[in-house]
Nanobody
Framework: QVQLVESGGDSVQAGGSLRLACLTSGLTYITKNLGWFRQVPGKGREGLAVIFIGLASTMYSDSVKGRFTISHDRAGNTLYLQMDGLKPDDTAMYYC????????????????WGQGTQVTVSS
């Protein structure tokens, strides 16, 4: 059974940094991609970054490219999202996800989700 548990959300000021973590368990050959998404009330989930575990290939959305970094610690079974240069528009609930596709096109492509961790950025 795949389980994903996020942590690290907090309230910070604009320009600050946070590192989110997602402890994973039960991953199989099907769930070879791990990703980070975010959601604000009234909107759909926005794909931010994805990593293919096998090759450590990464992909980012234009909204976070150059500011956020996704990484995966295989030994610790933990996915990370380093967020630098935070802006008020980054305020959202952040989710990690596991799935078959190396894609940020749609949250529907992803099979498993964590419960989310809140990030609030004040100006």
């Amino acid at each position: 059974q795949v389980q994903l548990v996020e942590s690290g959300g907090d309230s910070v000021q604009a320009g600050g940094s946070l590192r989110l973590a997602c402890l994973t368990s039960g991953l199989t050959y099907i769930t070879k991609n791990l990703g980070w998404f975010r959601q604000v009330p009234g909107k759909g989930r926005e794909g931010l970054a994805v990593i293919f575990i096998g090759l450590a290939s990464t992909m980012y959305s234009d909204s976070v490219k150059g500011r956020f970094t996704i990484s995966h610690d295989r030994a610790g079974n933990t996915l990370y999202l380093q967020m630098d240069g935070l802006k008020p528009d980054d305020t959202a609930m952040y989710y990690c996800a596991a799935g078959r596709r190396f894609s940020l096109d749609s949250a529907l492509d992803w099979n498993y989700w964590g419960q989310g961790t809140q990030v609030t950025v004040s100006s």
